[in-house]
């Protein structure tokens, strides 16, 4: 049994590999990452001038889809990794958008918000990193208003055991080697452990209603790898 990391050993690794996050992004998912992010962003609900915050927002991807769908509305993309946040910043003067954005370094367990802030929401490969997933969907809803939607996004150790075979191979045989290239592997080595902690899709139903959320659904995706979470307050 591996020993779950700290919150300090999580933060410390996703500044080490914040100048490769994008790259890695690719090869972790072939790709189709841009296409779930859409997906994740849907499925919050977001409406023209709305609030939004996106939590564990990393290089900022979820967060400039998020301000695009507001329209002249204002999204808070979050983090606890400055480097992170670092280079969201660069990719923001890259693009142009009516909504405002702004970044904010913060830990997810303990948001600087007032109750009952936001609209909608999304978090990217977050909720499988942070040190308490109870606690951490607790704080998402404090912040959200009543019937917003938050759309959790993450990958996920499938159910069907040669796909999830196949995951590991892809993950030890080239994620790793590609990570090791861009000088990255022991941190990326961090991946599968991570995936044999993080709760099935079920489970995060039962941990969303427990945590207070009046509806919890559950979208696998690409076979079981990947995986939405979507909560309504």
Known sequence: MNSSPNS???QNLFNDIAPVYDQMNDWLSFGFHRIWKLMTVKWS???TRET???L???TGDLTFLMAKQLQKGKVIGVDFSSELLAEARKKQKTKSFNSEIEWLEADVLNLPFEN???????MGYGLRNVTDIPACLLEIRRVLKPNAKMAILDFHK????????SQKWYLDNVVVRIADFLGASSEYAYIYPSLERFPNGETQIQLG????FSQAVHYPLFGGIMGVLVLTK
Do not use: R
């Open 8 to 10: 300090q050993d999580i």
């Open 45 to 47: 609900h977001p409406q």
């Open 52 to 54: 939004a915050l996106d």
């Open 56 to 58: 564990c927002c990393g």
């Open 116 to 122: 009952n802030s936001f609209d909608c929401g999304t």
């Open 158 to 165: 499938p159910t069907e055991d040669w796909i999830a075979n």
């Open 209 to 212: 209603l427990n945590a207070g």
